[in-house]
């Protein structure tokens, strides 16, 4: 008994090793994924600005969505796994994630492309998601706070501020393009809500056939939206550009990179996955300069630097406290071991890393709860065992409930 060990080491780093899940590299990593899913949606804000300014905003986010929605069924047909069958429950969840996330975001989306440039959009949305995503998280307590967070978190809000008055010093009394970031602003609340919302909708069901549900659901109600507006137009005059940008629109930045994106989603969560929407304002900003000739004023220029500096600082800061708080976490047995033949139920940690879905590397600095050295008195390690817990037996893992 006096050689008896705080830990059985070996049983626990098996079962630490059983709940590190293993990170895909190559072509099949999920950052690969993710990066292209970045570059797909970067070209699409001014692929779709393109094709606003030959149809009404309601029927382009109907083409992107409605082709989106049959490629997808396609795909589902061709490679999905008929044998799989979703809940109704996961269904559901699905279509409401569509809601928020095809349309809602594309009716708000496209139509403030039709009253702003594409560079406005490809600021706001992608910066702000990720800003609204981890104070979401924050507010709600499933991330902790920090001083570093805070301020990008106020830094992102100014720069925003900064940005919305250079949009309207730059119309000279036309308050469209104002109203234009408006919308895209509502457009980034809808889509941190669907990333807030995709690991729900993934746990029951595989990623082709979640964003194959929540696409279908989104592009009916669009149709819905477009069908008074469809009459109006004349299909025999649209230049092929117009029908060029839809396919690209429709198949790589919807059903592709939708589908990417979810896969992304599963793999890292919604805090890491929306790290990576920092790349698409630069693949944006190219092409918008390069293709639409657009360009940005002064102010607005400022308040973008700002609230890119802001984003990444919140979702950085994040993204480390995250991983420290998972490294602590794991670092604990399920169950307790000996203490000099006392059984020691030990507490693993809770922390934002079963939200983010991040596993970290080793910080020597973080605090082990529930490790009683060797040599401590039974009487004192019996006050190490959490109230209402019984010793020796299994704590709950807190990433699971």
Known sequence: MGTARAFKTSDHHARH??????????????YVLLS????????????????????????????????????LLMAVALLGNRQAKAAPRTRRRAAL???????????????????????????LIPVMSPVLTSLFLLVTGRERSSRARLTGLALGLAGAVIFFLGAGGSTHGNTSRLAGDALFLLSAVCWAAYTLAGPRVLSGTDPLRATTYATCAGALLLG???????????????????????????????????????????????????????????????????FLGETFGAVQAAGALILLAGAALAALDGRLTARRASYAADQLPRIGGEVEGHAVPLVQGEGPAAVAGVHAEPDPLTPQRGVVPEGVPQQEAAKTTPPGLAQNSEVPDPGHR
């Open 224 to 290: 819905l939206t477009a069908a008074p507006d469809i009459p109006d137009v004349t299909w025999g005059e649209l230049p092929p550009s117009v029908w060029l940008n839809a396919a690209y629109l429709a198949l790589g930045a919807a059903a592709v990179a939708n589908l990417l994106y979810y896969r992304g989603v599963g793999a890292v969560g919604p805090a890491s996955a929306s790290l990576m929407m920092f790349t698409v304002p630069v693949v944006n900003t190219i092409c918008g300069t390069l």
């Open 17 to 30: 090793s059983q709940r590190m899940p293993q990170t895909k590299r190559g072509l099949n990593s999920p």
């Open 36 to 71: 292209i899913t970045m570059v797909l949606w970067g070209g699409a804000f001014s692929s779709s600005k393109s094709v606003v300014e030959h149809l009404p905003h309601s029927v382009a986010a109907l083409l992107r969505f409605g082709g989106a929605a049959l490629a």
């Open 97 to 123: 994630a569509g809601v928020l996330g095809v349309f809602a975001y594309n009716g708000f989306f496209f139509w403030g492309l039709s009253l702003a440039p594409s560079l406005d959009a490809g600021i």
